[in-house]
């Protein structure tokens, strides 16, 4: 009877060890965005920029399942495949650590919101890696277009769908669904931060990102590279269409991240939260 209690003592004090208490997961993100907000200019810069590369990979899967595959945009299995393919820039991005501008609406303003860091330093960050994200994605876009076609596994009809399933919406819905997508990033970083192994890290990124693509969500840096594809192989996706899905999605990421992940769980951790 003895070593039985004993043994369910020691389960249950193992099992409330494997999970990070909310606090720390605030405290180590607020560090997190700290160290990210004091960093060297230049540093930022190509951090951002590689991320706006690297995310590239997945609308270019993107453009070669929905070449080759029999289905289309509502097929359950071609949906599926197509949200996975979107996921897998995120991966190159996030676990390999580059500076993506949708993270920080939610870690680096979680330090301005702890009175550590000032607003002009987010705003520093914040304009840094979204620069450098943007000015990747349409470095990436221009590569891939002018090789693609030579490569001939992706259409140019594959990469006019996948920008015109941003653009054909309307402004009100592309910022609304631009606070869910910013607002999903918000939790990857939060998640994230709560994940200790790598495998579980690659399945929280999956599973957000994936639910992104699946959904169509508008996100601001993946978004940059598909509608410019858009813009580059057809005439049906006008710069001013571009423009406007940039500015609405990147001002809807914002608020997503920042004020229903960074605002809210700051406010129920540190009122005696986890």
Do not use: C
């Amino acid at each position: 009877m003895g070593d039985a209690e004993t043994t369910t003592e020691g389960d249950s004090e193992e099992s409330t060890t494997e999970q990070t208490p909310s606090p720390d997961i605030l405290d180590s993100l607020i560090e997190s965005g700290l160290h990210e907000i004091r960093r060297e200019r230049n540093g930022l810069l190509l951090s951002g920029f590689s991320a706006g590369l690297d995310i590239g990979f997945g609308p270019v899967l993107m453009a070669v399942i929905l070449t080759l595959s029999t289905g289309g945009y509502g097929d359950l299995g071609t949906e599926l495949l197509v949200a996975s393919a979107y996921a897998v820039g995120f991966i190159f991005v996030i676990i390999g650590r580059s500076e993506l501008f949708t993270e920080h609406t939610t870690l680096a303003v979680l330090p301005v919101v702890d009175g550590r860091a000032s607003l002009a330093g987010l705003g520093r960050l914040w304009g840094l890696v979204y620069a450098g994200n943007i000015v990747g994605g349409a470095v990436f876009a221009g590569l891939l277009v002018t090789l693609m076609p030579n490569l001939g596994v992706a259409s140019p009809e594959a990469f006019e769908t996948i920008a015109h399933k941003l653009v054909d919406h309307d402004p009100g819905w592309l910022f609304v669904a631009g606070i869910l997508a910013g607002w999903l990033m918000g939790l990857l970083a939060w998640l994230l931060t709560a994940a200790q192994e790598t495998i579980s890290r690659l399945a929280v990124v999956w599973l957000v990102t994936a639910s992104i693509g699946l959904l169509h969500l508008p996100h601001s840096i993946a978004g940059n590279v598909e509608v410019l594809f858009g813009v580059f192989v057809s005439s049906g996706v006008s710069v001013t269409d571009y423009a406007t899905f940039l500015a609405l999605a990147t001002a809807g990421n914002a608020i997503g991240g920042g004020v229903f992940v960074a605002l809210l769980k700051y406010g129920h951790v540190v009122r005696g939260g986890g």
